[in-house]
């Protein structure tokens, strides 16, 4: 199979699906992978080094996807990449097209076969294309919060661990999957008092081993609210497969809190756990509502593309090679990933 990899064009966004190491394990199965010039670089990869491996480079994005059967990118594809994408291709992405009701309807006016990272899900509905990019995300979280924490950045001036002689700062966390946890995870080792909001009764038990500066709490909404009001930094890290995020956190909590405190929703691929949420891009990542700093990039891990490629390549590259095989729609986890097809939508969270 043709596979083609395009440059990433969304907003400073430096990913690229596929690492050279990746390719030639492509190129060595028999298959023919194009690369659009100058795709790998912001992640430290050259075009050379691809071509060293048997990749063909393409000079533009047009040539690329004139080349292409099977289309691997990280992000959802934006008007520069919409205009190449044809009925034949197979695209292999991250969509989260619950919160993008246009983009949806343009895949399906093109009519192409769209399978989506974040909804290719194992029996025990396991998500192993979105975790990578979840615990990058959680990461990023609690270091931008933190930054943006600080009175410089129009926050209330406070360290979140804390030391000797003063309080501790406090860190709501909604949500323990991938993305909560490891932000969890790092507010804690950091000093913060931490208050994770988790339904799941073995995550709760992860959360709290943590240590003795982590409380976890069922998330009834007369305790997120009493928990958000108090909070310095708040974290959505809501999920539920394919569909759009609920509104946990509500604009009443959120004016409730103090002015300079934080939110960071990673939720906002697929629409965001908080109300006041609306997207931002690296470029104007923050705004400020109801007094409060909102954070709410769409492509966190972007921010670090050297380590969010290489994971992603990771995570994918099994993926990549069934789907470019006869068959591939016999693999349960890929095809519960199809989104749309054929102008029609197949995730039935995404029809609902």
Partial sequence: MRIGIPREIKTLEGRVALVPAACADLV??????WLEKGAGLKSGFSDEAYARVGVKIAPDAAALYEKAELVVKVKEPIEGDLQHLRRDHLLFCYLHLAAEPKLTQRLLEIGLTAVAFETVELDNGDLPLLAPMSVIAGRIAVQVGTHLLHQP??????????LPSTERGKVVVIGAGAAGANAAQLAAAGGANVVVFEKRQDRMERMMAL???????????????REVQ???LVIGAVLITGAR?????SRAMVESMEPGSVIV????????????????????PTYVECGVTHFAVTNMPGAVPQTSSQAIS?????????LAEPGWRENAPLRRGINVEAGRIVHPALAS
């Fill in 28 to 33: 060595r199965r028999g298959h023919e992978v």
């Fill in 153 to 162: 950045m129009g926050g209330k001036g406070k360290l979140l661990g804390g």
């Fill in 211 to 225: 240590g003795a500066n982590v409380t976890t709490l069922y998330p009834y909404e007369e305790y997120v609210a």
């Fill in 230 to 232: 108090s909070a310095d």
């Fill in 245 to 249: 995020a609920p509104h946990v956190v």
């Fill in 265 to 284: 929703d990673i939720s906002v691929d697929q629409g965001g756990c908080v109300e006041t949420t609306r997207p931002t891009t690296w470029a104007d």
């Fill in 314 to 322: 990771a995570a994918i590259l099994p993926w990549t090679i069934k």
